[in-house]
């Protein structure tokens, strides 16, 4: 018989993996397009899914230190967002 | 390696491929963000949580902050073209180069994880630091001693040039972009 826990901590490796399948399918979007708003958008649902991806990882496994990282990509993930929004709304402001 | 490792692959190549094909660069940079999403993924599941952080801050931070303040000063060719054309022969070429010498070095290669895979290196210098480390600094983790205790004042010297560095940055945007 399978120990629970283990079969616990394969499921959540499983569910990272489709999130990461998710991924792919997200990133078809950021290189379509058309527009750069599209790419934007997917690349800042890409980074709210590595957020996730992350956590699952923590979990799956047993290592609680990689919400570390988890918790800085989420505070990181919107920066892109908004000099890219700022570049494209007023030409050449970033900052 | 699991089905999530090659998901994983998978879509790491397809960001660094659409990186390098792109021809507008602000769809580069946005694309070149979600390779280092990818990787920051790799490094975590590969026990490297450290280096993971390191490229949430440079990759998905500064990098692309630095791309843009770069093509705001400079020119933005528009084009009408979405890739980049590709020259068959010389991917074909380098491609080839490429698969052979990995099927060279790889079979070479300890398994990911093994434990018995000898220290590289100075086995000497290597296995002193293995053995001594506990003792000499009381730190558990060998790579952090040698970088905060056993060459602590190189360590302190690169902080000073990683500072300077910092502080010359933001003067030069305060007076390129605020002006």
Do not use: C
């Not at chain 1, 826990?5 to 959540?12: D, N």
């Not at chain 1, 996730?52 to 799956?60: K, P």
């Not at chain 2, 590709?86 to 398994?111: H, R």
Request: glycine share 6%; no cysteine; net charge negative.
């Amino acid at each position: 018989m399978i120990p629970e826990a283990f079969a616990l901590e394969e499921a959540f490796l499983v569910a990272a993996g489709l999130f990461v399948v998710l991924a792919i399918a997200m990133f078809y979007r950021a290189v379509v397009g058309p527009t750069t708003q599209d790419r934007l958008l997917a690349v800042n649902v890409l980074g709210t899914n590595t957020v996730v991806i992350l956590a699952l990882l923590a979990v799956a496994l047993d290592q609680p230190w990689f919400l570390d990282v988890a918790l800085i990509y989420a505070l990181l993930n919107f920066l892109m967002s908004v000099a890219i929004s700022k570049f494209t709304v007023e030409r050449g402001g970033v900052l | 390696m699991s089905a999530f490792a090659y998901a994983l692959a998978v879509f790491i190549l397809a960001s660094a491929v659409a990186t390098a094909l792109f021809r507008d660069v602000l769809s580069t940079i946005i694309v070149f963000g979600a390779y280092s999403l990818g990787m920051a993924i790799l490094y975590t599941f590969l026990l490297a949580p450290d280096v993971a952080m390191t490229e949430a801050a440079i990759g998905a931070g500064v990098t692309t902050l630095l791309l843009l303040l770069t093509i705001a000063r400079t020119a933005r060719p528009s084009t009408d073209r979405l890739f980049e054309r590709v020259d068959v022969p010389a991917v074909v070429a380098v491609g080839a180069l490429v698969v052979v010498l990995t099927a060279i070095v790889l079979p070479e290669m300890y398994e990911l994880g093994s434990t018995t895979a000898p220290v590289w290196s100075n086995e000497d210098v290597t296995q002193h630091y293995i053995e001594n480390t506990y003792e000499q600094t009381g730190i558990h983790n060998a790579v952090s001693a040698v970088l905060a205790a056993y060459r602590g004042f190189d360590t302190f010297g690169e902080a000073v040039v990683v500072f300077a560095a910092g502080i010359s940055t933001l003067l030069a945007l305060n007076r390129e972009v605020f002006a």
